[in-house]
Nanobody, 122 residues
Framework: QVQLVESGGGLVQAGGSLRLSCAASGRTFSAYAMGWFRQAPGKEREFVAAIVWSGASTYNGDSVKGRFTISRDNAKSTVILQMNSLKPDDTAVYYC???????????????WGQGTQVTVSS
């Protein structure tokens, strides 16, 4: 089992930045690929970013490329999502997730956090 707890969400104006953190506990953090997803009201859960277990490779969804950066610190069992140039369309609940493999689909992830709300005002 892996427990994931997100933090750092909040209200920000368009063009601003937020930094989301996900703290993991339980089984060996470095054994998992980590991802961030988001879900807005009435919409499906959307892939935002992912990072492999070593941190050597990262992936971003098309809607956040060039604006969001994912990173991880295996010594601290933490994954970070740095969000810059935020837009109102980025408003959603953001979820941290862990995968024994990796991928871009929610079904490929085994463990999920409870989510943190990000609201971007225009």
């Amino acid at each position: 089992q892996v427990q994931l707890v997100e933090s750092g969400g909040g209200l920000v104006q368009a063009g601003g930045s937020l930094r989301l953190s996900c703290a993991a506990s339980g089984r060996t953090f470095s054994a998992y690929a980590m991802g961030w997803f988001r879900q807005a009201p009435g919409k499906e859960r959307e892939f935002v970013a992912a990072i492999v277990w070593s941190g050597a490779s990262t992936y971003n969804g098309d809607s956040v490329k060039g604006r969001f950066t994912i990173s991880r610190d295996n010594a601290k069992s933490t994954v970070i999502l740095q969000m810059n140039s935020l837009k109102p369309d980025d408003t959603a609940v953001y979820y941290c997730a862990a995968s024994v493999s990796s991928g871009f689909l929610p079904r490929e992830y085994n463990y999920w956090g409870q989510g943190t709300q990000v609201t971007v005002s225009s």
